[in-house]
């Protein structure tokens, strides 16, 4: 039988339970609340796209931007002083269905004004998805890369990251690819798929600096399955520093036009209409600014030198091609897709391409890169095939279905 005593200490013990349950989710509520005022800044005006998302045209100077530690006193560049010139494969003779021109989902309903940048606002559920406050927005570590190199399979096996990529070694000023956008298929929402350019400095350690851009779908971190246009950047890598899109500070943003992390449209069919973007990234030779040109001539901002410390020089590999992560939850291959779903050899039309791949040199001149090498994990479930011709110049062939018959 309880005695008294016995039940007065149970009452105090479940109080300070319940109190601590409480107290714990305030602190919480508190904490996702500020990060989300941190995130979302005062707007001039906000636009509902059609997806869901909201995009908040925010004053220039009032980005995140300025807040890094290294930006305090940062005086905003609204132009690179060189931007490089090369082979300009855009007016060579591609099929006119490449011509077609994409946006952002969120055009169709508004406009940000000069002087102002549009931000996709972060919502609560945004965070809630993510494992911690902490981790939202930022990629979970050093095996989000390929390591063509120095290949251990076995904690490649582990992290669960696969890649389908060309890769050039070397001293490099910049990169540029023209790539078709589609929609894979997602299995799980703790996976993504992306395809992008990376721009790598130093060793695949605990610095490896990285820039990177191109298109995602993730789940987790937009709550659909919409394809995006994304950045993503780090000095040390993944641990510390960096984010996607503008979800910290470092990246200056100076285009009212292009949301980082916004929906793209249209997408790609099999066999079908097919419909691509173009990423630029290249060094300011005076400034030291690492620029980002999306489409022709979307100037969108830059990553400033200091934000790096082998980037503050060169790059030292250039990547373009596909990442996914495969949880084999089941103990089998994920489903996930990579690109278009389907293997390089199908070609045009069917399999996802990188055309017109080309690299910045020390003369800050665009030329397509010598030596392009590919690495990928298992190329039964993912593969990559490079090619070269007169109208697109060095092009890449990469992504696959994920799970078949050779990849169980
Ligand atoms: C990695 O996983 C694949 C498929 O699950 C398997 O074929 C391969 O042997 C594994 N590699 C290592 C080193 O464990
Ligand atoms: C994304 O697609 C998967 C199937 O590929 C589906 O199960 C899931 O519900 C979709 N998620 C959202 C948020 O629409």
Redesign the pocket.
């Given at each position: 039988m309880m005695t008294v005593n016995m039940f007065l200490r149970f009452v105090v013990v479940l109080c300070v339970v319940v109190a601590a349950r409480v107290s714990y989710a305030v602190r919480h509520e508190f904490e996702i609340v500020t990060h989300l005022n941190r995130l979302n800044k005062p707007s001039m005006k906000s636009i509902k796209s059609p997806d869901g998302d909201i995009i908040d045209c925010v004053h220039i100077s009032q980005q995140a931007a300025f807040e890094h530690p290294s930006l305090k006193n940062h005086k905003i560049q609204m132009r690179p002083s060189y931007h490089p010139e090369g082979n300009n494969f855009e007016s060579m003779k591609v099929s006119s269905q490449n011509h077609q021109t994409i946006t952002q989902l969120w055009h169709s309903n508004g406009k940000c004004e000069k002087g102002t940048i549009p931000i996709r606002r972060t919502k609560k559920e945004d965070i809630l998805r993510a494992s911690s406050i902490k981790k939202y927005g930022k990629k979970s570590s050093l095996h989000t890369v390929a390591q063509p190199n120095s290949v251990d399979?076995?904690l490649i096996?582990q992290s669960g990251h696969q890649h389908a990529i060309a890769y050039v070694e070397g001293e490099f000023y910049g990169a540029k690819a023209t790539m078709n956008v589609w929609d894979p298929q997602i299995q799980q929402s703790n996976e993504f798929s992306l395809s992008q350019i990376w721009l790598l400095g130093g060793s695949f350690a605990s610095d490896l600096n990285s820039i990177e851009a191109g298109w995602q779908v993730s789940p987790d971190l937009y709550g659909d399955n919409n394809t995006r246009f994304f950045t993503y950047w780090t000095s040390d890598a993944y641990q510390a520093t960096g984010c996607y899109n503008l979800l910290c500070s470092g990246f200056v943003q100076i285009n009212n036009e292009i949301a980082l992390g916004a929906s793209i449209s249209p997408i790609s069919k099999y066999h079908g209409s097919q419909y691509d973007i173009s990423v630029l990234i290249w060094k300011d030779p005076e400034q030291g600014n690492w620029w980002m040109q999306f489409g022709k001539g979307n100037v969108l901002g830059y990553w400033p030198g200091s934000l790096f410390s082998y980037l503050s020089e060169s790059a030292s590999m250039i990547q373009w091609g596909g990442e996914v992560v495969n949880s084999a939850s089941d103990g089998q291959?994920t489903t996930t897709q990579m690109g278009s779903g389907h293997f390089p050899e199908e070609g045009f039309g069917k399999s996802s391409y990188f055309r017109n791949v080309q690299i910045v040199d020390g003369s800050n001149s665009l030329r397509a890169p010598k030596d392009i090498d590919t690495f990928t994990e298992?190329p039964n479930c993912y593969d990559v095939q490079t090619g070269k011709n007169d109208g697109w110049g060095s092009y890449i062939y990469y992504g696959g279905p994920g799970r078949n018959a050779n990849c169980p």
């Open positions: 399979l076995d096996n291959h298992q």
